[in-house]
Each structure stands twice: as structure tokens, then as C-alpha cells.
């Protein structure tokens, strides 16, 4: 653990940030890396694609689906970060890309087919700008995806030693090979919590490490514990795509941020908010104290 940590704190590390894609023919590629050793989950229609288009280039991540509008993701997916390291006492995300710019998809393999993806409407980030503790983001869609959501673990934060599946559309080795197929890495396991880890100045209170490489199109994945609850979602890493450490948000943190995340999104949209977020909604709430800024 320790020299893989040392690797995240000296910024030794795949950023999972949107990666540059190819040109795209019949299936999108990247020119980052891989859930290494998954399989392809095409059943898992809650974990979603975000691409991002801003003059001649594509990026993508990954992230699931919370309520039929609402997709939460690593906030390096959807802001820039003005460092070119993480350093936790100085590394900062930018303002959020424009809502115009980004596209999502729930389709098992990604396409050139226009109604594959849908249109987001808002972006929404926590006010505090540090990439070490506010590394999530939520979109908000123009209309609903048909996928099945995956609820949240709100009420339980993440413990060493749990075991949880990580799902992504990073391709399958470091030349790209398989890019835009939804995969699912299972049986990792929460290597240590907070001040737990062993660079824990690096690790912010609110996040996990896990022994295991997820980057590229990856990153904003979400992990999901053995009752199908979304713990966290990935946003950094460091090592090779074969080897090395991913570090996640512990989404049990964000609960006031998600729960108004998610009455905003069913206010926007015209449904009742899921059970997890207090059901039906009658106005659009104010987000309290974690945010957000809006794109």
C-alpha cells in the first residue's frame, strides 16, 4: 500500500478524466485504459455513458443512473481540473463544462445512433472547489433514460474490508482494444477509509482506496455493494491500468447533496422523487449547504 499510495500523493496517476477519443466508426475508442479483467454487463442499464464534445474531440466516462433524470458521476468528468497534479492542499476543479456539451447513454455498447443518447439540462457541483473530498457530480437530464436506476447507500458509509462490483466503458487493455463496452469488475474489496490509509493527508475523510486499477473511460463509475446500493463512485488512480490503487468518493457523505440532487431533477421533471430521496416533490429544493454550482 504504501508506495502506491505515495503514487497518488506525488500525482503518479491516471486522472480518470475524459479521455481523448478516436474517430468513431462502429464503436467509440479511447486512448486511455480499462476495468482490468471484467465482463461485459450489458443487464446493468443504471451504469451510463457521458460523452462530451467541444470542437473536434470526444471525451467519455461513466456513471449510473439515480433516478430516471438524474446521473451521478466524478466531477472530473464534467470540470476541469487546474492543476496538473493532485496535491490535496492545492488542487482545485475549474467551473463545470456547459450542460450543451455533454451527452449521455445507457445503450450496452456506445454507437454513432443519435437516439442512443440523451441531452443534459444541468450540471450541479458542490460549492467547494477541492479535487480531495468534492470529486462527485450530478446531471441532470433533458428526458429519461430506459435503464433501472441504482439507488444509493445513504445511511451506511463504506468500511474496510466490504466487498463491492465496480462498473465502467473503459476498454479492455492499454492500446484501447474494447472501448465503449459497459463492463463489471466483482469481488474487490475496500482497502482502507479515510485517515485509515496509509497517505491518508492524500486521501480525503469522505473517500475509499481500493487495490485495483479502474481508469480512462472508467472513471465516474460507480461502485456497488452486494445489495446492489451504490457506495461510491471512482475519480482517480494511480499505477498502470493493470496494477496500482483507484480512490472513490464515499457517496454515503453526500447524502444532503444527492437527496436534493434528486427532488431537483424529479421537480424538473415532472415525477415523483425515488424513495431513497423522500418521495414525491412539490417544488424545486434549495441544495443546502454543499452546492451547487450549476452548468
Known amino acids: 500500500m504504501g508506495k502506491t499510495m505515495r503514487n497518488l500523493a506525488i500525482g503518479t496517476y491516471c486522472a480518470l478524466m475524459l479521455s481523448a477519443c478516436a474517430d468513431v466508426d462502429d464503436h467509440w475508442e479511447t486512448r486511455d485504459f480499462a476495468i482490468a479483467g471484467g465482463e461485459a454487463a450489458p443487464d446493468a442499464s443504471g451504469v451510463v455513458a457521458i460523452l462530451r464534445t467541444a470542437g473536434n474531440s470526444v471525451g467519455s466516462c ?14 472530473n468528468c464534467v470540470s476541469a481540473i487546474t492543476s496538473d497534479f493532485i496535491i490535496c492542499a492545492s488542487a482545485q476543479f475549474g467551473a463545470p463544462y456547459p450542460a450543451t456539451e455533454l451527452r449521455v447513454s445507457a445503450a450496452a455498447r456506445l454507437s454513432n445512433n443519435e437516439s442512443d ?4 439540462s444541468e450540471v450541479i457541483v458542490p460549492t467547494d472547489s477541492a479535487v480531495c473530498g468534492s470529486a462527485v457530480a450530478l446531471l441532470v437530464l433533458e428526458s429519461p433514460l430506459d435503464a433501472t436506476p441504482f439507488p444509493p447507500r445513504l445511511a451506511q458509509p463504506v ?8 462498473y465502467g466503458y473503459g476498454p ?3 492500446m484501447g482494444a474494447g472501448s465503449g463496452t459497459r463492463r463489471s469488475l466483482g469481488g474487490l474489496e475496500v482497502s482502507c477509509v479515510g485517515d485509515e490509509c496509509e497517505e491518508a493527508a492524500e486521501i ?12 480512462g473511460a472508467d472513471g465516474g463509475g ?4 452486494e445489495d446492489g446500493l451504490v457506495i461510491g463512485t471512482s475519480y482517480r488512480g494511480s499505477g498502470g491500468c493493470t496494477e496500482g490503487a483507484t480512490v472513490f468518493s464515499d457517496v454515503a457523505s453526500w447524502a444532503d447533496f444527492l437527496t436534493d440532487g434528486a427532488q431537483r431533477a424529479a421537480g424538473a421533471g415532472g415525477y415523483d ?19 451547487p454550482d450549476v452548468g
Request: with cysteine; aromatic share 6%.
Open 172 to 174: 479492455t487493455d492499454e
Open 117 to 120: 443518447y440523451t441531452s443534459v
Open 222 to 225: 460507480p461502485a456497488v455493494d
Open 204 to 215: 480525503a475523510s469522505n473517500e475509499f482506496v481500493v487495490e485495483a486499477p479502474t481508469c
Open 159 to 166: 468500511s474496510s474490508g466490504e466487498t463491492f462490483t465496480v
Open 273 to 291: 422523487a425515488p424513495e431513497w430521496a423522500g418521495g414525491a416533490t412539490t417544488a424545486e429544493p434549495d441544495m443546502g449547504a454543499n452546492g
Open 62 to 75: 461513466s456513471g449510473v443512473l439515480l433516478a430516471p433524470t438524474l446521473v451521478l458521476t466524478a466531477r
